[in-house]
């Protein structure tokens, strides 16, 4: 089975703080994606990324930023936590031609 | 910009009725269309998907949808829901005339099942 795995479930970071998600997909998919989700808005797409080194802006950029090193991983940073940036975070990957994705399980992010 | 819609936020249903969850799409251009299912503190599963063919697809757990392209719409539908259908569905869109391979995700619908 493929897999997209997000290293935390739950995290919990003070304002101002750093903070860095990260994302492993074992498909060797070049296209990834950092989406959070809020109640009422779904999901908005706040980077992605088409091969490594490769980032574009999604809908909602402003107060993250995006690493892709190597084609497996992909890192959304935080550079100064704040309090609306508390969400749920959701990668996923490019299955295959038919463009659907495969998500990660997601982590919940609370910044107090 | 082109947007998908799910208009019912919730979707209070007993066990053993039938349900349908609407999505509808803002654009006539080609497109490929999906179901995903949320199931509490998960991320999210793919239920279904239209890409060519049949107007009429079925997925996973006896859920089924039909693409209306005179009316941009993709709904959900199921003949008889259990307890564990519970969940958060969303309908997502890919809009062929963009250049990049995202999908546009609707604002979800929460399912609630009760006995």
């Known amino acids: 089975d493929v897999k997209v795995t997000q290293s935390s479930r739950y995290l919990v970071k003070r304002t101002g703080e750093k903070v860095f998600l990260e994302c492993v997909q074992d498909?060797?998919?070049?296209?990834m994606f950092w989406y959070r989700q809020d109640p009422g808005l779904g999901l908005r797409l706040i980077y992605f990324?088409?091969?490594?080194?490769?980032?574009e802006k999604g809908d909602i950029p402003e107060g993250y930023s995006v690493s892709r090193e190597k084609k497996e991983r992909f890192s959304l940073i935080l550079e100064s936590a704040s309090t609306n940036q508390t969400s749920m975070y959701l990668c996923?990957?490019?299955?295959?031609?038919?463009?659907?994705?495969?998500f990660g399980s997601g982590t919940r992010l609370t910044v107090v | 910009a082109q947007s998908v819609t799910q208009l019912d936020s919730q979707v209070p249903v007993f066990e053993e009725a039938p349900v349908e969850l609407r999505c509808n799409y803002s654009?006539?251009?080609?497109?490929?269309l999906f179901w995903y299912v949320q199931y509490p503190n998960q991320g999210l599963q793919l239920l279904l998907k239209?890409?060519?063919?049949?107007?009429l697809v079925k997925g996973i757990n006896g859920f089924e949808a039909e693409f209306n392209k005179s009316q941009t719409s993709f709904h959900l539908r199921k003949p008889s829901v259990h307890i564990s259908d519970t969940a958060e569905y969303f309908c997502?869109?890919?809009?062929?005339?963009?250049?990049?391979?995202?999908?546009?995700f609707g604002t979800g619908t929460r399912l609630l099942v009760s006995p």
């Open positions: 997502a869109v890919r809009f062929m005339n963009t250049g990049f391979q995202k999908l546009v």
């Open positions: 239209y890409l060519s063919g049949s107007t």
């Open positions: 498909m060797d998919h070049e296209n």
């Open positions: 996923a990957s490019r299955t295959g031609q038919d463009y659907g994705y495969t």
């Open positions: 654009s006539s251009v080609s497109v490929y």
């Open positions: 990324s088409y091969d490594v080194k490769m980032k």
